[in-house]
């Protein structure tokens, strides 16, 4: 994949697709000890990286929201531009640093519906600077709220006391001797109200006079964070929220849920337009719902979004107020003869996300990552095998529920490789570039490669999932074709790339890691 500039040009000769990435260890937040049991409120469930790549976001299950910021490009003095023109080749090790956390949402009881709603992080999203403020919006369930986070100088009246050391070098008036001669002699000579008229007496110095009487300055030495929720977004979603994404226009955003995407304006918090809705009129006949929703990149009137049925459909807001009929549809034929039980749940798909230039779209199902060009809608440019040694245990992660699991996915920033994550703590990253075979797997832990798998990204037949039949026992034990043991429990769901190096951000229960190539 080449991040086309979405004409119809002639295509150029086909570079060398570029060598796999060396990942490197980076740093990580929140580390568990052996045996250190992880409270369910610590659990990291949102990661989002700003714009510029200088701030990092994380929300959890028990509604804070903690933010990290980058330290390396200060010391050497990078700036936003510079982090732009990054040549990819180059190794950085991007160092962060913790910043703030604040409480964004709290658990509350819907009393009408008998529900209570968690305080549980879906999503964040970074809106744009000003001023030096950051600005971020956060979701749960039901409400969305905007937060703005800036650093004040914190006031500090400076001490008013005389320096006493000072004071007796110059006079023989000690510091409580001037105090307490100062008193007296406002008390004999000085302020008198002497008659309604209100007239002051001359002030009298004590003699030798007040050598180091300084009236109180203010001074701004200390800074500190403040946070504060500046709108609140409620009451316009009966189904869970699934998605927010902010809008390149810098105004607007949209939240969608399983039946209905709104539009919102970020300054108006009492209404938004209801711009998409596939709640049918008996919801006997619903047949599948929303599971994400994205603005493009650039073009502030197109959006994408994605259902339970495996398919993304792109709709441009300038055709009707109620985008009841889309623009593109994209979506995979599946072979005749090939549908199961599992077919229609493993083919939901959980995310989707436009690349750096808005000509491409990366969806994440239960087994696959696939990458979408918007200008040729038969099907997918290139498809990637997450987990294909599972597919003989859909029988059991139904019964564990684990077949129902949400996984994230991210692009790279220049667009030539893709991330998702996995079970085991593991993730997995594609190169996607014409002619590219790199698919490496690597762990959330200290030492990404210790459970290096270089498993093809494309098989080509069934041959592989009939020789994990075949295998049977192996795999019914959790270990998969590697001879690696698989943990349904911990999964790596949420996953961000840096958006101008090759950087990943991830999170495995309450622990941040960070790796750097």
């Known amino acids: ?53 200088d701030h990092l976001a994380t929300g959890d299950r028990g509604g804070r929201v903690v933010l990290f910021e980058r330290t390396d490009t200060k010391e050497n003095g990078g700036s ?24 964004s949402h709290e658990p509350e009881f819907d009393y009408l519906k008998s529900l209570e709603i968690e305080e549980k992080i879906n999503k964040i999203r970074w ?31 400076a001490s008013m006391n005389m320096d006493p050391s000072k004071a007796v070098g110059k006079s023989n008036i000690g510091s409580s001797s001037v105090s307490s ?40 030495n200390e800074t500190s964070l403040v946070t504060k929720c500046r709108r609140v977004y409620a009451h316009a979603h009966d189904y869970h929220i699934n998605s927010i994404s902010n809008n390149s226009d810098g105004e607007t955003f949209i939240s969608a849920d399983d039946l209905r995407i709104n539009l919102w304006n970020l300054e108006i918090s009492n209404q938004s337009f209801n711009i998409v809705d596939v709640k049918p009129a008996n919801m006997e006949d619903l047949t599948e719902v929303i599971t994400c929703a994205e ?44 549908k199961s039980f599992f077919t229609e749940i493993i083919a939901s798909t959980s995310d989707i996300k436009f690349g750096r230039d808005g000509r491409y779209i990366l969806s994440r199902d239960y087994m696959t990552l696939k990458l979408w060009d918007i ?36 692009l790279s920033g220049d667009g030539q490789r893709v991330a998702t994550g996995s079970y085991s703590n593991l993730f997995r990253v594609f190169g996607c570039a014409p002619g590219s075979n790199e698919s490496t797997t690597l762990e959330a ?33 959790g270990v998969d074709a590697n001879g690696n043991s698989f943990d349904f429990t911990t999964k790596l769901l949420h996953l961000a790339w840096h958006p101008s190096e090759n950087s990943i951000a991830c999170a495995a229960a309450n622990s941040l890691y960070m790796y750097y190539a």
Not at 309 to 333: M, N, P, V
Not at 447 to 473: D, E, F, Y
């Open 181 to 220: 001669s100062t008193n007296s002699h406002l008390a004999n000579g000085g302020y008198k109200d002497t008659s309604s008229t209100n007239l002051i007496n001359d002030f009298k110095f004590p003699p030798g006079g007040i050598p180091s009487l300084r009236l109180p300055v203010v001074t701004y």
């Open 1 to 53: 994949m080449n991040g086309g500039d979405g004409g119809g040009g002639v295509a150029a000769a086909p570079a060398d697709p570029p060598p796999p990435l060396d990942w490197k260890f980076s740093q990580v937040f929140g580390e568990r000890t052996a045996g250190e049991e992880v409270q369910e409120v610590d659990i990291i469930s949102a990661i989002e990286f700003d714009k510029s790549g």
């Open 445 to 477: 832990s200290k030492n990404p490669m210790r459970r290096q798998v270089q498993t093809p990204s494309r098989p080509s037949t069934l041959s592989s999932l009939t020789r994990a039949v075949r295998r049977g026992g192996g795999e019914s034990s």
């Open 80 to 103: 936003r531009k510079d982090l732009e023109t990054i040549d990819y080749a180059t190794s950085r090790h991007p160092e962060f640093r913790y910043k703030t956390e604040f409480q």
């Open 295 to 338: 603005f493009h990149p650039t073009h502030c009137s197109t959006l994408a979004y994605s259902s339970s049925k495996g398919s993304i459909r792109l709709i441009d807001l300038r055709q009707s107020a109620l985008c009841d009929k889309h623009s593109k549809l994209f979506e995979e034929h599946e072979a005749p003869g090939s």
């Open 127 to 157: 809106c744009q600077t000003a001023n030096g403020a950051l600005f971020l919006l956060s979701t749960n369930d039901k409400t969305i709220k905007f937060w703005k986070v800036q650093e004040k100088k914190v006031k500090k009246v």
């Open 375 to 410: 200008n040729m809608d038969s099907g997918p440019v290139s498809t990637f095998q997450v987990h294909d040694h599972l597919r003989p245990k859909l029988c059991d992660l139904y019964e564990n529920d684990s077949i129902f699991d949400k996984f994230e996915c991210c």
